[in-house]
């Protein structure tokens, strides 16, 4: 019995054509410092390809340039080597300082590198989105929508707005949440109900990146799982939040968010002069440091960071 039970079964497999996998898009990851390939999958309902959940791996955006004010303390020549250093290094996308378009634009500054992140300019208004834009940035940063009800509605009308004229032309939108935890002390379930609030509805204008921003270090371990966890669970159109969330937060915030799942971090690197400025936000070494410790993959070139902090260093 047990024999032609064997054989019943081999006949059958026999029988059964072989499954063919399905065939899946790749690309160049714009984070990598080698070729790295993530997948991409076709969602019949939105009817467009969708990235593979985590897929990419983590995406690291570093501040730096506009978080030291570099546009103040340097010439436009130091600037640009600066920029050009930093982006050998290939972060996700490295955010300008003010001013840096229009020197950009002047003297056509592009090196080789360049294609490999994504350039950010941060944006006010709708009308600042214009294909002048898109030929220097990639991404526009909108920060930001804030948790409190006196201007939340406003703030929102206007990333609706940035979201809009920013895809027009082609352009990612990077929008940040702000004051989430403010009222960690007092009422927290007033700015957690205004946060998620504001997730949802950037999620629906089109926001590429939703960033949760904890500048003030307000952040308690479960009000941020909390709120991670909720909008994980949000059902929107386009890509999963888990593609699209990010933080900007303590070394210790960051380290809990990647373990729940978060993809996208802000980050920038230190240096004596400027320590005033940076506030709670994580060290781009620390956090890539701790991110390969929990087992997270980061590729994010460490070399090319020293690079950029040794320039950093020299007057």
């Given amino acids: 019995m047990v024999r032609a039970l064997a054989r019943l079964r081999q ?13 899946s898009v790749m690309h160049r990851s714009l ?9 991409k999958y076709y969602d019949s309902q939105s009817g467009r390809w969708m990235n593979v959940p985590g897929a990419a791996g983590i995406r690291v955006h570093d501040i730096t340039l506009a978080e030291w004010k570099v546009g103040c ?9 600066l920029l050009e250093t930093l982006v050998a290094a290939k972060p996700y996308s490295v955010e300008l300082w003010a001013g840096a378009v229009e020197e950009i634009k002047r003297t056509r500054w592009a090196p080789d590198d360049v294609h ?15 294909h002048e834009l898109h030929r220097v940035a990639a991404q526009v940063v909108f920060a930001g929508v ?15 707005a940035v979201v809009k004229e920013a895809s027009d032309v082609g ?5 940040y949440v702000l004051n989430a935890f403010d009222g960690e002390d007092e009422d927290d379930n007033m700015n957690h109900a205004m946060a998620t609030d504001a997730i949802l509805n950037l999620a629906d204008y089109g926001a590429n990146l939703i960033v949760i921003s904890d500048c003030k270090a307000k952040a308690h371990e479960d009000s941020l799982r909390e709120l991670l966890e909720e909008a994980f669970y949000m ?4 890509d999963t939040m888990l593609e699209r ?12 968010a990647a373990k729940l799942g978060v993809q996208h971090f802000d980050a920038c690197l230190r240096a004596p002069a400027f320590a005033h400025l940076q506030g709670p936000i994580a060290d781009t070494r620390e956090l890539i440091e701790m991110l390969e410790a929990e087992g997270k993959e980061c590729s994010v070139d460490s070399k090319g960071l020293h690079a950029f902090y040794s320039a950093m260093s020299k007057p």
């Fill in 146 to 160: 804030r948790c409190d009800k006196s201007t939340l509605k406003d703030d929102l009308q206007r990333a609706k």
């Fill in 235 to 238: 059902d929107v159109a386009g």
């Fill in 73 to 81: 303390v340097a010439p436009i020549g130091k600037r640009l080597d």
């Fill in 11 to 23: 006949a059958i497999a026999s029988a059964i054509p072989p499954t063919v996998p399905k065939p």
């Fill in 171 to 175: 352009l990612q939108v990077r929008a």
């Fill in 31 to 39: 984070s990598s410092s080698a070729v790295s390939l993530s997948s």
């Fill in 245 to 256: 969330l990010g933080l900007r937060a303590s070394l210790q915030s960051c380290r809990i």
């Fill in 116 to 130: 490999n992140v994504n350039v950010a300019a941060r944006v006010h208004k709708p009308e600042e989105c214009n």
